[in-house]
Antibody, heavy 119, light 110 residues
Framework: EVHLLESGGGLVQPGGSLRLSCAAS????????MNWVRQAPGKGLEWVSL????????YYADFVKGRFTISRDNSKNTLYLQMDSLRAEDTAVYYC????????????WGQGTLVTVSS | QSVLTQPPSVSAAPGQMVTISCSGS????????VSWYQQLPGTAPKLLIY???KRPSGIPDRFSGSKSGTSATLGITGLQTGDEADYYC???????????FGGGTKLTVL
């Protein structure tokens, strides 16, 4: 059974940094592209970043380019999101999700971790 | 402002049918497959439809998807109170090179 567990969220001041982790199990992690998606309180889904499987390519939403970095450690079956220069508008639940048939097919999701950016 | 456009809300009575539209452009829906996600209150999203009209294992055939040109549609028949949720469409945008979602549609089963 596929299981994704996010961690690392919390309260951080504007301008600060956080690193989110997503521990994966139940599938061959290295074979799959992985996404980060966020959801601000009371708002819709917002795609953040993608790390492809075999090619190792990375993609980012414009609003996080230059501030967030996605990475993965296949030996630890873990996906990361390093978030720097955080802003109040980055406050959201951050989900990791596997990419199935295509990079845009998010077939399994974790339960999310809440990031709050506030002074 | 989402790249894909969905109605903010739809409603129908139990047992009835409802459709949710998702409108995009030639660079996203026009070129790529569409997925649909269901988010029940307080839970993570779940994949409902992928590749326009395919259902993952365990998704009942009350849920269906279709695509025509730069628009896609999610259909739900035999509505149940348990279907009350937010529904999102999503796809790849070949020009922006990002995953894009619709703004979400809240389904109310009256």
């Amino acid at each position: 059974e596929v299981h994704l567990l996010e961690s690392g969220g919390g309260l951080v001041q504007p301008g600060g940094s956080l690193r989110l982790s997503c521990a994966a199990s139940g599938f061959t992690f290295s074979n799959y592209a992985m996404n980060w998606v966020r959801q601000a309180p009371g708002k819709g889904l917002e795609w953040v970043s993608l790390f492809t499987g075999s090619s190792g390519g990375t993609y980012y939403a414009d609003f996080v380019k230059g501030r967030f970095t996605i990475s993965r450690d296949n030996s630890k079956n873990t996906l990361y999101l390093q978030m720097d220069s955080l802003r109040a508008e980055d406050t959201a639940v951050y989900y990791c999700a596997t990419a199935g048939a295509r990079v845009s097919v998010l077939d399994y999701w974790g339960q999310g971790t809440l990031v709050t950016v506030s002074s | 402002q989402s790249v894909l456009t969905q109605p903010p809300s739809v409603s129908a009575a139990p047992g009835q049918m409802v459709t949710i539209s998702c409108s995009g452009s030639s660079s996203n829906i026009g070129k790529n497959y569409v997925s649909w996600y269901q988010q029940l209150p307080g839970t993570a999203p779940k994949l409902l439809i992928y590749d326009n009209d395919k259902r993952p294992s365990g998704i009942p055939d009350r849920f269906s998807g279709s695509k025509s040109g730069t628009s896609a549609t999610l259909g739900i028949t035999g509505l149940q109170t348990g279907d009350e949720a937010d529904y999102y469409c999503g796809t790849w945008d070949s020009s922006l090179r990002v995953v894009v979602f619709g703004g979400g549609t809240k389904l109310t089963v009256l």
